[in-house]
């Protein structure tokens, strides 16, 4: 017994000895605020375990910079770049190397360097040559990241390495090795995955969160006399049973875990007493299961806020709309995608047999046009959300066999745009480009895909690589052509492998198009649709609205350079 009670003691003094800090990266290029929820996820599940000394630093904080994070590290044992985006490699790649130098300075190089989050997916190119960088972390990191931390404590981290779930790094033979949950041993791959959590409900959401107006609040949630209310997001539900091949969770577990309400019920009382007015919901689909949705719709209700989420088209009806609304929601976000049917089968939009998918894909027009019928009717505010230079099936004349695949033209993307606006009247309304995210099958997969025709790198995969310049020219990859005005869609910047199906002109032809569409809506006296626009882009003048809601945009040229 008092063996034990000496062991049990030295592990605690071992966690409370060492410190860990969580760093978060800004986001360079954004259509949408939000917040990187990994930091206060992985902090409070840290400290559950006992670990006391946890740093969060969000570098989206206006008061915060990398020369804190430098000035922090003096005394780390432990350091992870959180919720990290794939987008996010070059602030990555600089940061993690000024990190490494400073520890150095101090003979501290020894201290792990971690990366987690979406920026860990095909990340074997990286990997090899940032090799201050010690391991990736890929997956849910709420037990990992506990299991990491005790090795540490324990000082045999580099030992346990090759056995921690979901890490992948480079071994001393200069091979990428990554940890399987079902495989410990070594394993060369272009990824790993820890696997999923089962029980979130200890873990508070929001624990040392630092709320950031301009970053965290949504203008999407407003009082009745333009007021921004403050904003937070929770999550509670984890996997999608779908695999779109486009998404980058397409490669995880689709087994669908719920927040208890108990759980949920007294992270909303924390917020409520922090004075948060909105919950944003980040979801993959809200609405998946019926009955949980409507509970929680009625907490939400009953804690006194308003909220919104996501869901897809063929998971919600008019009679959940009408319960959501009576419940206090406010707005519904659906990833449309694309409206015609060729380009839903060579997205893998839908499950089952080919047969079954052609089906679904002929029904889904119909069914997103009385789903935002729906919407209207019950007064719920809504997003249409398309992918512009998708690819399309092309079928046999009986419509019964997919034979090949081909990229869409711009007159496809105008269709379903006129589909959008005219049929569908939505409040609101946002383009991406097709981005190759790795960890999706668009990206990952080799050889002919669906994905292929319009994939820069053609059969090879898109790995994170690409997303790197320092990476790009060190391995020669192919770039896709580099224009502002890419920044009309969604978070499209520099270094990223977009589709080759779009260019600068077709981008700005169909943005000044569907401006038109919205325009002329207004003067015949409908509702105004709101385009979600890079902030950058309103503050330079080169998109304008009025007081009607009417657009007008600069010349193509104006958006070369910024």
């Given at each position: 017994?008092?063996?034990?009670?000496?062991?049990?003691?030295?592990t605690?003094?071992h966690?409370?000895?060492?410190?860990?800090?969580?760093?978060?990266?800004?986001?360079?290029?954004?259509?949408?605020?939000?917040?990187?929820?990994?930091?206060?996820?992985?902090?409070?599940?840290?400290?559950?375990?006992?670990?006391?000394?946890?740093?969060?630093?969000?570098?989206?904080?206006?008061?915060?910079?990398?020369?804190n994070?430098?000035?922090?590290?003096?005394?780390?044992?432990?350091?992870?770049?959180?919720?990290?985006?794939?987008?996010?490699w070059?602030?990555?790649?600089?940061?993690?190397?000024?990190?490494?130098?400073?520890?150095?300075?101090?003979?501290?190089?020894?201290?792990?360097?971690?990366?987690?989050?979406?920026?860990?997916?095909?990340?074997?190119?990286?990997?090899?040559?940032?090799?201050?960088?010690?391991?990736?972390?890929?997956?849910?990191?709420?037990?990992?990241i506990?299991?990491?931390?005790?090795?540490?404590?324990?000082?045999?981290?580099?030992?346990?390495?090759?056995?921690l779930p979901?890490?992948?790094?480079?071994?001393?033979?200069?091979?990428?090795?990554?940890?399987?949950?079902?495989?410990?041993?070594?394993?060369?791959?272009?990824?790993?995955?820890?696997?999923?959590?089962?029980?979130?409900?200890?873990?508070?959401?929001?624990?040392?969160?630092?709320?950031?107006?301009?970053?965290?609040?949504?203008?999407?949630?407003?009082?009745?006399?333009?007021?921004?209310?403050?904003?937070?997001?929770?999550?509670?539900?984890?996997?999608?049973?779908?695999?779109?091949?486009?998404?980058?969770?397409?490669?995880?577990?689709?087994?669908?875990?719920?927040?208890?309400?108990?759980?949920?019920?007294?992270?909303?009382?924390?917020?409520?007493?922090?004075n948060?007015?909105?919950?944003?919901?980040?979801?993959?689909?809200?609405?998946?299961?019926?009955k949980?949705?409507?509970?929680?719709?009625?907490?939400?209700?009953?804690?006194?806020?308003?909220?919104?989420?996501?869901?897809?088209?063929?998971?919600?009806?008019?009679?959940?709309?009408?319960?959501?609304?009576?419940?206090?929601?406010?707005?519904?976000?659906?990833?449309?995608?694309?409206?015609?049917?060729?380009?839903?089968?060579?997205?893998?939009?839908?499950?089952?047999?080919?047969?079954?998918?052609?089906k679904?894909a002929?029904?889904?027009?119909?069914?997103?046009?009385?789903?935002?019928?729906?919407?209207?009717?019950?007064?719920?505010?809504?997003?249409?959300?398309?992918?512009?230079?998708?690819?399309?099936?092309?079928?046999?004349?009986?419509?019964?066999?997919?034979?090949?695949?081909?990229?869409?033209?711009?007159?496809?993307?105008?269709?379903?745009?006129?589909?959008?606006?005219?049929?569908c009247?939505?409040?609101?309304?946002?383009?991406?480009?097709?981005?190759?995210?790795?960890?999706?099958?668009a990206?990952?997969?080799?050889?002919?895909?669906?994905?292929?025709?319009?994939?820069?790198?053609?059969?090879?995969?898109?790995?994170a690589?690409?997303?790197?310049?320092?990476?790009?020219?060190?391995?020669?990859?192919?770039?896709?052509?580099?224009?502002?005005?890419?920044?009309?869609?969604?978070?499209?910047?520099?270094?990223?492998?977009?589709?080759?199906?779009?260019?600068?002109?077709?981008?700005?032809?169909?943005?000044?198009?569907?401006?038109?569409?919205?325009?002329?809506?207004?003067?015949?006296?409908?509702?105004?649709?709101?385009?979600?626009?890079?902030?950058?882009?309103?503050?330079l003048?080169?998109?304008?609205?009025?007081?009607?809601?009417?657009?007008?945009?600069?010349?193509?040229?104006?958006?070369?350079?910024?």
């Open positions: 017994m008092l063996i034990s009670q000496t062991k049990s003691q030295q605690f003094a966690i409370n000895s060492i410190k860990i800090l969580l760093i978060g990266e800004f986001i360079k290029h954004r259509s949408f605020n939000g917040a990187n929820k990994a930091l206060p996820v992985l902090a409070s599940s840290l400290v559950n375990a006992g670990f006391s000394q946890v740093v969060q630093l969000d570098l989206e904080r206006l008061d915060l910079s990398i020369n994070v430098l000035n922090e590290i003096i005394n780390v044992d432990l350091i992870i770049f959180a919720g990290c985006l794939t987008t996010q070059p602030e990555i790649d600089e940061h993690s190397r000024k990190i490494f130098a400073q520890l150095q300075k101090h003979g501290r190089e020894t201290v792990p360097i971690l990366v987690g989050g979406y920026a860990t997916k095909s990340v074997e190119d990286i990997a090899c040559i940032t090799p201050w960088i010690t391991a990736f972390c890929n997956g849910e990191g709420e037990e990992s506990v299991e990491i931390a005790h090795a540490v404590a324990r000082g045999t981290f580099y030992e346990e390495m090759k056995y979901g890490l992948c790094f480079m071994n001393q033979n200069g091979k990428f090795h990554r940890v399987t949950p079902d495989d410990s041993r070594n394993a060369i791959f272009h990824s790993a995955i820890a696997p999923r959590i089962n029980n979130f409900d200890d873990i508070d959401q929001n624990f040392g969160f630092i709320h950031i107006p301009q970053v965290h609040d949504m203008n999407i949630f407003k009082f009745s006399d333009g007021r921004q209310l403050k904003t937070a997001q929770l999550f509670t539900q984890r996997g999608c049973p779908w695999a779109c091949y486009f998404c980058n969770k397409s490669s995880e577990s689709n087994n669908v875990v719920r927040l208890s309400e108990a759980s949920f019920r007294r992270q909303l009382k924390q917020l409520k007493e922090r948060y007015e909105a919950v944003y919901l980040d979801v993959d689909t809200f609405t998946v299961h019926d949980a949705a409507k509970r929680e719709a009625e907490i939400l209700r009953e804690e006194g806020f308003v909220w919104g989420s996501n869901t897809r088209i063929d998971k919600i009806n008019y009679e959940q709309m009408r319960y959501l609304v009576e419940h206090n929601c406010v707005y519904m976000f659906f990833g449309v995608e694309h409206t015609l049917p060729e380009v839903s089968l060579a997205s893998h939009k839908f499950n089952g047999s080919v047969a079954s998918q052609i679904q002929f029904d889904y027009p119909a069914k997103i046009a009385k789903v935002f019928q729906d919407m209207n009717k019950a007064g719920l505010p809504s997003s249409y959300f398309l992918i512009l230079g998708l690819p399309k099936a092309q079928l046999n004349d009986d419509k019964t066999d997919i034979i090949g695949y081909e990229p869409t033209t711009f007159a496809d993307d105008i269709q379903a745009i006129n589909f959008g606006i005219e049929k009247n939505p409040d609101f309304l946002n383009f991406n480009v097709l981005r190759f995210m790795p960890g999706s099958i990206a990952d997969t080799v050889g002919d895909c669906s994905y292929s025709c319009v994939r820069p790198s053609g059969k090879r995969p898109i790995t690589g690409y997303f790197l310049p320092r990476s790009v020219k060190h391995y020669d990859y192919p770039q896709s052509q580099e224009h502002g005005v890419y920044r009309l869609c969604e978070s499209v910047s520099k270094y990223q492998p977009i589709t080759t199906a779009m260019n600068p002109q077709r981008v700005y032809d169909t943005i000044f198009y569907t401006m038109h569409l919205i325009n002329t809506k207004i003067d015949r006296g409908d509702k105004a649709t709101k385009l979600f626009i890079d902030r950058d882009l309103l503050a003048g080169l998109v304008n609205q009025d007081e009607r809601g009417k657009y007008a945009i600069a010349p193509l040229e104006d958006f070369a350079n910024i």
